[in-house]
């Protein structure tokens, strides 16, 4: 069992930057693939971003694509998504979410979800 909670969401205008934060539970974080996902108002959630167990493989999606940066800490549980050059249409509740598996962009494929935290990005 993993628990996630998620922190460093806020408001933020256009163009600035956030940190959003992962804090997992359990002994086991370091064996999960870890990844971003997101829900503005109104649409789907999708993905953003996923980083392997070891750190060594990240997977964008196009819209955040040198603009965010994912990151793990597996000696502290936690999983990081460097947020720059903030748009408003990245205004959306981010999930962070772990899966026993690769990498990968399929949100059915997270087992374990955080409560979200809220973005938003004023023009």
């Known amino acids: 069992q993993v628990q996630l909670v998620e922190s460093g969401g806020g408001l933020v205008q256009a163009g600035g930057s956030l940190r959003l934060s992962c804090a997992a539970s359990?002994?086991?974080?370091?064996?999960?693939?870890m990844g971003w996902f997101r829900q503005a108002p109104g649409k789907e959630r999708e993905f953003v971003a996923a980083?392997?167990?070891?750190?060594?493989?990240?997977l964008y999606a196009d819209s955040v694509k040198g603009r965010f940066t994912i990151s793990r800490d597996n000696a502290k549980n936690t999983v990081s998504l460097q947020m720059n050059s903030l748009k408003p249409e990245d205004t959306a509740v981010y999930y962070c979410?772990?899966?026993?598996?690769?990498?990968?962009?399929?949100?059915?494929?997270?087992?374990?979800w955080g409560q979200g935290t809220q973005v938003t990005v004023s023009s």
């Open positions: 359990g002994r086991t974080f370091s064996s999960y693939a």
């Open positions: 980083i392997s167990w070891s750190g060594g493989s990240t």
């Open positions: 979410a772990a899966n026993f598996g690769s990498i990968v962009t399929n949100q059915y494929a997270y087992v374990y």
